[in-house]
C-alpha cells in the first residue's frame, strides 16, 4: 500500500506531464505561436473560381508563406467567389497592384494562393481587395481546351 | 405493535425471480435480547436480514424496524436508521484496502463530525472490547477469520448501534475463535442493550446463548420458543433439525426414480435421462 | 409428399421461427434492461454531490488508473511512433517526399492512433482492474456492508472511478502522441536522415490546432468516458463469484474495445466527413 503523499506526488507529476504534453503538441506539433500577431492585416480578391482552395489553405509570395485564407464565400449575385485572406503581421505592407493566382503545388496537391509583387507605391490597406486576380486552373476545363485545340486543327 | 418488539415482522412475502423465498412470514423480535433464527441451508435467512436492513423490499408484507415500515422509507430516512444499525457478514466484509484501525473508524469518519482525536479513542476503545486494539495498524490480509471477524464487530458497533445482525457467525470457527465470538457477543448485549439477531444453523452455539428461537423453513417460521422449549418439540421437521437427524421431512435422496430403474436403464443403454417416476 | 407430412414440416419450421424470434426478443430487452441499469448507476454516481475528504479517493484513483498505465503507453508510444515512422519514410522516400514523414506521422497519430491505441491499451489495463477491483468487493460483500453503514458505493466506490477515468485517459492520449512524434523523429531524423528542419516545420504547416489536436482529444474523452462506464458496471453488476468476475473482467475488455473502434468509426465519419 501506497503511502499518501507518494501517491499525490505521482498524480501530481502525472497530471504535470499530461498538461506539458498538451503545450508541446500545441507547439511543437501544430505550430501555434505564442505571440500576438501584431500587424496582421486582412485582404480579400475576387475569382471566378476557387476550385480546390480551403480554408487555412496557404497564401504565399515568391515561395514563402505570409498568410492563410480564412474564409471563403459565393457572391450570388455575380457568380464570383471571394475570398479572405489573412496576412501574417512580419509581413510588412503589399503594394496596392498586387496580383493574386491560385496554383496548385505538384501536379496534383493541394491549392494555395500565390501573390506577385505590384510596382506601385501605394499599398493595400486592412479591408483592401486585391484587383488583379486569376481563378483556379481547373484540370478537366485545361484537357477540354486541348482537345478542341486539337480538333481544330 | 407488542411494546417490548424492536423488529415486528408480519405476513412477509418476498420472491427472487420464480422462487418464493418467503410465504407469509410473521415473528416478532423482543428489544434488548439475543433472538436466533435458524434453519436449514438456502431458506433466506441472509434475505431476511437483507430486508430488515433496507436492502431488499418485500413483495408484500409489513416489516417495522422500531416502528419504521422498511416497505415505504424515503432514502434520507433509511440513511438515518442504518445508523443504528451494524451488521456482521458471513465473509466479515472488511475493507481490503485500510487498515483495522481504518476499517473500525469508516463509519465514524462517515457518519459523526467528530475530529481525528475523538475518533482515535473511540476506535481504541472498540478495539480493546473485541480484545485487537494490538492489531490496528494490521491488513485485513493479514488477520485470520476469527481476527477478521472480531474486527468486523468492532467496525460493526462503532456508531453504538440499537440493533446488531450476525450472519452466520459461527461457521468455520475453531473451538477458541467460536468460544471468543459467543463471549463477545454476550457481553455487548449486557453492556449496550442491544438487540441481537443470530442468524445460524449451528444449533449448540446458537441455542446457548439465545434467548428465543425461531426455526424457519419453506418460507415461514415453523417453531418458536426458547432453546428449551425447541429442543423437546415434537414437529418433524423441528426434530429433525435439532436434533441433526439425517433424514425426515428434508429428505436424504435428491428426487429421483429408484435405483433399480437406474440399474436396468443403464443395462439396457438408454443413457442418463433424467425421468423421476 | 403428402398433404399431411407437408403440413407437419411446415408447422415445425414455423415453431422454430418463432422459437428463434422470441429469443431474439428476450436477449434484446435483456440487453436494453442491462442498459437502462447502467445508465441509472452513471447518473446517481456523476450527480451524487462529493464531499470532503472524497478528493482524496479521486487523487488514489487517478494514481491507480493513470499513473500506473503510464508505462504501457509510454512504451507502446515510442514503438508505434518509429514503426510508422519507418514504413512512412520508405513509401515517401519513393516520391521523393521524405519531408512529408512528419506530417503524416503527426497527422494519423493525432487524428487517430493516439486516441485509439491509448483506448484500447487503456480498456486492457485500466478498464480490467477496475472491473476486477469493484467485482472483488462485490462478491466479498464489501459493497454491501458498505450500503448497511449508510455509505452509497456509488459514491465512495464508482464516482472516484470515473471521473479518474475521464481525466486520466485524454493526458494518456496527449503523453502517447508526444511520445510516438518524438520517436518518430528519432527514427526519421537521427536514424535516417531525413531533414529535421522539413520533418517538423512541415508538420507544423500541416497540423491544426482545432481539427487535428482539438478533434482527437474530444474522440479521447468520449472513449474515456465509455470505457470506464463499461468497467466500473460489468464489476458492479458481476455474479458474486471467482468465475464471475474473470467473465466480467473479459467482458470489459471485449466491449470496451469494440465500443472504442465503433465509436472512432463514428466520431471519424461525423468529424472530418466532408472529403471533397
Avoid at chain 3, 520517436?183 to 481539427?211: C, K, R, T
Wanted: hydrophobic letters at 45%; a negative charge; charged letters at 20%.
Amino acid at each position: 500500500m501506497m503511502r499518501m503523499r507518494t501517491v499525490e506526488i505521482s498524480v501530481g507529476a502525472f497530471v504535470l506531464a499530461g498538461a506539458i504534453a498538451f503545450v508541446v503538441l500545441m507547439v511543437q506539433v501544430s505550430g501555434v505561436s505564442l505571440e500576438t500577431d501584431s500587424g496582421a492585416y486582412k485582404l480579400y480578391a475576387r475569382f471566378s473560381d476557387v476550385a480546390g482552395l480551403r480554408v487555412r489553405s496557404k497564401v504565399s509570395m515568391a515561395g514563402v508563406t505570409i498568410g492563410r485564407v480564412a474564409a471563403i464565400r459565393v457572391d450570388t449575385t455575380y457568380g464570383e467567389a471571394e475570398v479572405e485572406i489573412q496576412i501574417n503581421g512580419n509581413t510588412g505592407p503589399l503594394p496596392i497592384d498586387t496580383g493574386a493566382r491560385i496554383l496548385t503545388e505538384g501536379i496534383v496537391g493541394a491549392r494555395y494562393i500565390s501573390l506577385m509583387p505590384g510596382a506601385d507605391e501605394e499599398t493595400l490597406q486592412d479591408g483592401d481587395t486585391i484587383e488583379d486576380t486569376q481563378g483556379a486552373l481547373v484540370l478537366e476545363n485545361l484537357i477540354g481546351d486541348f482537345i478542341t485545340r486539337m480538333g481544330d486543327s | 405493535m407488542s411494546a417490548d418488539a424492536y423488529i415486528e415482522i408480519r405476513d412477509l412475502h418476498f420472491s427472487r425471480g420464480t422462487r418464493k423465498i418467503f410465504d407469509g412470514l410473521s415473528m416478532a423480535i423482543p428489544r434488548g435480547r439475543i433472538t436466533g433464527i435458524m434453519g436449514p441451508s438456502g431458506t433466506g435467512k441472509t434475505t431476511l436480514l437483507r430486508i430488515i436492513g433496507g436492502q431488499l423490499k418485500p413483495d408484500s408484507g409489513s416489516v417495522l424496524v422500531d416502528g419504521v415500515d422498511m416497505a415505504r422509507v424515503s432514502r434520507d430516512q433509511l440513511f438515518e436508521l442504518r445508523k443504528r444499525m451494524g451488521m456482521l457478514f458471513q465473509s466479515s466484509a472488511l475493507f481490503t484496502d485500510l487498515t483495522v484501525f481504518e476499517n473500525v473508524a469508516f463509519p465514524l469518519r462517515e457518519h459523526t463530525p467528530l475530529p481525528e482525536d475523538s475518533i482515535r479513542d473511540l476506535v481504541l476503545m472498540k478495539l480493546n472490547a473485541v480484545g485487537l486494539r494490538g492489531a490496528r495498524d494490521l491488513y485485513p490480509s493479514q488477520l485470520s477469520g476469527g481476527m477478521a471477524r472480531r474486527v468486523a464487530l468492532a467496525r460493526a458497533i462503532a456508531l453504538d448501534p440499537d440493533l446488531l445482525m450476525y450472519d452466520e457467525p459461527f461457521t468455520g470457527q475453531d473451538p477458541i475463535a467460536m468460544g471468543v465470538l459467543i463471549t463477545l457477543i454476550k457481553n455487548l448485549n449486557l453492556a449496550l442493550g442491544t438487540t441481537n439477531i443470530v442468524v445460524s444453523h449451528d444449533i449448540h452455539e446458537t441455542s446457548s446463548i439465545a434467548d428465543q428461537l425461531y426455526v424457519i423453513a419453506d418460507g415461514r417460521v415453523i417453531g418458536a420458543g426458547s432453546p428449551a422449549e425447541l429442543e423437546v418439540d415434537d414437529s418433524p421437521l423441528i426434530r429433525q433439525f435439532m436434533h441433526g437427524r439425517p433424514d425426515g421431512p428434508v429428505p436424504f435422496h435428491f428426487p429421483a426414480s429408484t435405483l433399480e430403474r437406474d440399474f436396468l436403464r443403464a443395462a439396457s443403454g438408454a443413457g442418463n435421462r433424467d425421468t423421476r417416476s | 409428399m403428402t398433404a399431411g407430412s407437408r403440413a407437419t414440416v411446415f408447422a415445425r419450421f414455423a415453431r422454430s421461427i418463432a422459437a428463434l424470434l422470441q429469443h431474439l426478443g428476450a436477449q434484446v430487452l435483456a440487453r436494453l434492461a442491462k442498459l437502462g441499469q447502467a445508465s441509472v448507476m452513471w447518473w446517481l454516481a456523476i450527480w451524487g454531490l462529493p464531499r470532503r475528504g472524497d478528493f482524496g479517493l479521486l487523487v488514489r484513483q487517478i494514481y491507480s488508473i493513470g499513473v500506473l498505465s503510464l508505462i504501457i503507453i509510454v512504451l507502446s508510444a515510442f514503438s508505434i511512433g518509429s514503426v510508422i515512422a519507418l514504413q512512412f519514410y520508405t513509401q515517401l522516400a519513393r516520391f521523393g517526399a521524405e519531408d512529408a514523414v512528419g506530417l503524416g506521422l503527426a497527422l494519423v497519430l493525432l487524428r487517430e492512433l493516439g486516441p485509439v491505441v491509448t483506448g484500447l491499451l487503456f480498456a486492457g489495463r485500466a478498464g480490467s482492474a477496475i472491473t476486477a477491483e469493484i467485482g472483488l468487493m462485490k462478491s466479498t460483500e464489501q459493497l454491501s456492508s458498505m450500503e448497511m453503514m449508510g455509505v452509497d458505493p456509488l459514491r465512495r466506490i464508482v464516482a472516484p472511478r470515473l471521473w479518474a477515468g475521464v481525466i486520466s485517459m485524454p493526458l494518456l492520449a496527449a503523453i502517447f502522441n508526444v511520445v510516438a512524434i518524438y520517436g518518430g523523429a528519432v527514427v526519421a531524423v537521427q536514424w535516417l536522415g531525413s531533414d529535421p528542419g522539413g520533418f517538423w516545420s512541415g508538420m507544423q504547416d500541416a497540423v491544426e490546432v482545432w481539427e487535428d489536436l482539438g478533434k482527437g482529444t474530444i474522440k479521447s474523452i468520449v472513449f474515456a468516458v465509455f470505457i470506464t462506464w463499461i468497467a466500473v458496471f460489468q464489476g458492479y453488476d458481476t455474479e458474486p463469484t471467482a468465475e464471475g468476475i474473470g467473465r466480467a473482467t473479459t467482458r470489459t475488455v471485449v466491449l470496451s474495445s469494440v465500443m472504442v473502434l465503433a465509436l472512432d468509426f463514428a466520431l471519424t465519419l461525423g468529424m472530418y466527413g466532408e472529403f471533397k
